[in-house]
């Protein structure tokens, strides 16, 4: 079985640039979220969509940060401007139900490294 | 507010011996899901156990093995016999039962097994 992909690995940007991640995951999982992990914490959730509808965006810096998920399967994760705070690795996983469903786990990529200088 | 608490930043530890990672955590709800996550140096987190608030028996998996103490609020992992490949970063997490179904971490903990 595929795991989730995500591209690019690693991204150099300069600040206030604009910057966008891809994430397809895992087939047939109904729920994909995003997170961000700085240096050193534990992953912060940004976004988790059901299929194509939020569910929860509550911690999206949304004057910056974007994300969408096409037909309810690939997802997009965009920054515009990018501030040096947003270094970090984001990490996109997907399950195929909520996780608090019996015998549902979230599976993660590897992740998409960010710079921003 | 769902909070988890990994106290230990990073461990060390010479191969065979048996190590345990702590963690505690906060929750409102009296239904909640526990998780434990492993994140080796190539990135991607691995599940390792998922254990719901009804359950508290003790989980043995090979060499790892879990104590859930719901009295003390504890979600503690021990490794017996570490290797060098359990060299990474462990995350403990928290899933509430009400209200989303997202995953709150911990801040995790190194774990360096040496030869």
């Known amino acids: 079985e595929a795991g989730v992909a995500q591209s690019p690995r690693y991204k150099i940007i300069e600040k206030r640039q604009s910057v966008a991640f891809w994430c397809n995951p895992i087939?047939?999982?109904?729920?994909l979220y995003w997170y961000q992990q700085i240096l050193g914490q534990g992953p912060k959730l940004l976004i988790q969509f059901q299929n194509n509808g939020v569910v929860d965006d509550s911690q999206l810096p949304k004057d910056r940060f974007s994300a969408e998920r096409l037909k309810g399967v690939d997802s997009t994760l965009k920054i515009q401007p990018a501030k040096l705070e947003d270094s970090a690795v984001y990490l996109c996983?997907?399950?195929?139900?909520?996780?608090?469903?019996?015998?549902?786990?979230?599976?993660f990529g590897q992740g998409t490294r960010l710079t921003v200088v | 507010a769902q909070k988890v608490t990994q106290a230990q930043t990073e461990i060390s530890v010479v191969e065979k011996e048996d190590v345990t990672l702590d963690c505690v955590y906060e929750t409102r709800d009296t239904t909640y899901y526990l998780f434990w996550y492993k994140q080796p140096p190539s990135g991607e987190l691995v599940f390792l156990i998922r254990r719901n608030s009804f359950d508290e028996q003790n989980e043995i998996s090979g060499r790892y093995s879990w104590n859930f103490q719901k009295s003390t609020s504890s979600f503690n992992f021990t490794i017996t016999a570490s290797q060098v490949v359990d060299s990474a970063v462990y995350f403990c997490a928290l899933s509430e039962y009400s209200g989303y179904s997202t995953l709150t971490f911990g801040k995790g903990t190194m774990l360096l097994v040496s030869p």
């Open positions: 087939s047939g999982h109904a729920t």
């Open positions: 996983a997907s399950s195929l139900d909520d996780v608090r469903v019996e015998n549902t786990e979230a599976f």
